[in-house]
């Protein structure tokens, strides 16, 4: 699997989401609304999810594995980085 493109769009408002990210995978398959988030001593990220009807949030999209996640994770926080520093 390689994640052939991060798009990055900044949230400029309060709280603790930084960004949203959509990445393509073998430029044949894109997951959208990835949530970057800040924790309170780094960066990572969320899949996007949806409530159940019993109020649980419950991924819709995620990796498999650990390695998977971590790679992903990886990626989309690199390219979030570049883009922050591109406002700058």
Do not use: C, W
């Amino acid at each position: 699997m390689n994640i052939t493109d991060v798009r990055i769009r900044r949230i400029t408002k309060e709280g603790r989401l930084r960004a949203i990210a959509a990445i393509t995978i073998d430029d044949a398959f894109v997951v959208h609304d990835i949530k970057v988030i800040e924790g309170d001593d780094h960066l990572y990220i969320a899949m996007p999810s949806r409530q159940s009807p019993d109020g649980i949030f419950r991924d819709i999209a995620h990796p498999i594995n650990a390695k998977v996640r971590e790679d992903v994770q990886e990626i989309v926080l690199k390219r979030y980085k570049e883009v922050m520093e591109a406002a700058e």
